[in-house]
């Protein structure tokens, strides 16, 4: 194989030429660039955006080698209204997915896509989800009309020759193509296309929607992947905890969007904590298949963090503080008089004046926010302080804990463990979260996040739950499940719980558990810590009244949360598995 220069094409894979000429013909783009990865084309490809208005480069003194970039106020956030799964039937995406016949949908979008590309650049960007080497890794396409869509993908996936090389000659890669169009949300569509490994976004240009490796390919599409060939693809971080002897124990967790993953991932333990730290694997996605020795082993698919700015500050997320002061893409934030960013719950107190998310002038009077609550950044994993060398690890990690977890101001203890593998699934099959900004719609209501998955998973619902009950039987030594929840208020609507590196006393706790060395209480629940075995040493103003309030387990509010369930459990009952129905009971009994 020949290496690509100058924007050719680096490979002889004639599935890849031939579909990549079919398209092009398709959009008719001026010109064809395929994107090589390397340095020197990283900075051609920023200079080419920066000429044209699509970057700007801000203070080098305050922030070496970052961008700020505006989208169009409609296109902010992921759209799960336009998000479809165009599965042979619609029974196979299931109730919680939108559908469209696959051949309706390709005629419709490549209506859009037809010509859409005269007079731009249509970049070809080949990546790799995960690890070069590794037997989990897969290789993906993304054809894009969009220079922050190529430099972005730059940043979160291994991109450019060293997919090239993975992929060979094998035509088992992903289709992916990005049509701009005019960023209208009436010809806006997210559409998937399992059975031929294939997604099209089409007007928009917002991460979530087009950055295709991401949700599209490593969650949507991995998922129907995942369940055909035997692995999971969840919407899960993994982070290593090293202990003051130095063991390592890797822990993987399921957040919804917009909940604290990447701060969980990057967290900086108090120093309470003396010779505990976390290591980061991942803040998003996590593919995890039985290794040989019967543990289920982790790898991170992508290779950059994109990121919720607003909140981060030095005691939320220190780390990441640090890894966004250089080599970043700012996205939505406010800009500053001097080329610097701000974003509400930075360090420090507001700019006397600056430029708002959409470029209106803004004060700390103003009524709007300065910058949009789902402003990002985009940076390379390698800026990440605490990156644990084992993300490059073909192999993976050995995962000894599974966390659930949602935000919920009521109840839902701090922590608790699952009696076994059958009772975790129904713990993460009826999780709840209140809904962010992450997605347009619907902000603060309560809605069953399954896995946090009900935005990504690819396929019915009920076969997903499926799949992870009948994975138990290939995990000969499965992870122990557990489910937290920071954010529960008192009466007077304070967190109960610090939070933020804090959360390190429970992570302990659940690795301890692990190993076997740390006492529990049985609950209606699950188990639970004993008063004395969460080590709260330090914690000023942390009363044991306090810990009761936040492990409280009201029967009312069970009532009620049962009855949710419920909910969810009519939705998908033509494939339910019968064993959620009889954990359902057993709780009620429990209770
Ligand atoms: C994300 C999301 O951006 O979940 O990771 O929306
Ligand atoms: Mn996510």
């Known amino acids: 194989m020949t290496k690509s220069t100058s924007g050719k094409s680096g490979t002889a894979n004639k599935a890849v030429l031939s579909w990549v000429d079919q398209i092009a013909k398709l959009c008719k783009p001026d010109r064809v660039y395929w994107c090589n990865g390397s340095k020197a084309e990283r900075k051609a490809l920023i200079a080419e955006a920066v000429a044209s208005g699509v970057l700007l480069k801000l203070n080098p003194k305050k922030r070496p080698g970052c961008y700020y970039h505006r989208s169009n106020p409609n296109d902010v956030a992921r759209v799960e209204q336009s998000t479809f799964m165009c599965s042979e039937s619609q029974e196979e995406a299931g109730p919680t997915n939108n559908w469209m016949a696959p051949k309706e949908m390709y005629e419709r979008l490549y209506g859009y896509a037809a010509g859409s590309m005269r007079g731009r650049t249509l970049y070809v960007v080949p990546y790799l989800m995960g690890p070069p080497g590794s037997p989990m890794a897969k290789v993906g396409f993304e054809l894009t009309d969009s220079i922050y869509v190529a430099l972005s993908m730059g940043a979160m996936t291994r991109m450019g020759d060293v997919a090239l090389e993975e992929l060979g000659n094998r035509e088992d890669f992903n289709r992916g193509l990005h049509c701009m169009l005019d960023i209208h949300p009436e010809r806006r569509y997210i559409s998937h296309f399992p059975k031929d490994n294939a997604v099209i976004s089409v007007g928009s240009n917002y991460g979530g929607n087009v950055l295709l490796g991401k949700k599209c390919l490593a969650l949507r599409i991995g998922s ?10 969840e919407h899960m971080l993994i ?36 010779g505990w730290r976390v290591w980061t694997i991942g803040d998003d996605i996590a593919w995890m298949k039985p290794g040989p020795d019967g543990r289920l082993y982790a790898i991170n698919p992508e290779a950059g963090y994109f990121g919720v700015v607003p909140g981060t500050n030095s005691q939320s997320n220190p780390a990441a503080v640090e890894m966004i002061s250089h080599d970043t893409i700012f996205t939505n934030v406010a800009l500053t008089p001097d080329l610097d960013v701000w ?23 103003s009524r709007e926010k300065a910058a949009h609550p789902n402003s990002r950044f985009t940076a390379p994993m390698a800026n990440n302080p605490l990156l644990a060398p084992e993300a490059n690890d073909p192999q993976g990690v050995p995962i000894s804990a599974i966390i659930f977890g949602g935000r919920r101001s009521d109840t839902m203890p701090l922590v608790f463990q699952a009696f076994n593998w059958g009772h975790g699934v129904y713990v993460g099959a009826t999780m709840g979260s209140e809904m962010t900004a992450a997605a347009v719609g619907g902000a603060g209501q309560v809605r069953r996040d399954p896995m946090a998955m009900l935005p990504f998973c690819g396929y019915h619902m009920g076969d997903y739950l499926r799949h992870w009950i009948n994975m138990h039987k290939a995990i000969k030594h499965p992870p122990r499940i557990f ?48 008063p004395d075995s969460l ?31 419920e909910e969810l459990f009519i939705k998908l009952h033509t494939r339910l598995p019968k064993e959620l129905i009889f954990q359902r009971e057993l709780l009620l009994a429990r209770l």
Not at 243 to 269: D, I, L, Q, R, W
Not at 491 to 516: S, T, Y
């Open 535 to 565: 080590d709260l040493a330090g914690l000023s103003n942390f009363t044991p009244a306090r810990f009761e309030q936040v492990q409280a387990i009201h029967a009312e509010e069970w009532r009620r949360e049962i009855m949710m369930h």
């Open 483 to 530: 489910h937290v929840n920071w954010f529960r208020k008192d009466q007077q609507g304070a967190f109960l719980w610090p939070g933020f590196g804090e959360n390190m006393r429970v992570l302990k706790w659940i690795v301890d558990r692990c190993h076997a060395r740390a006492d529990a209480e049985e609950s209606a629940l699950g188990w639970v810590p004993k």
């Open 343 to 365: 974003w509400e719950g930075k360090d420090g107190s507001p700019p006397r004046e600056c430029l708002d998310w959409k470029g209106n002038k803004w004060t700390p009077d």
């Open 224 to 233: 129907c992947l995942g369940r055909q060939e035997g692995w999971m693809a």
């Open 239 to 274: 982070l290593g905890v090293e202990s003051p002897t130095g063991e390592k124990t890797y822990v993987a967790a399921a957040f919804p969007s917009a909940c604290g993953k990447t701060n969980f991932a990057m967290m900086m333990p108090p120093a309470r904590l003396k």
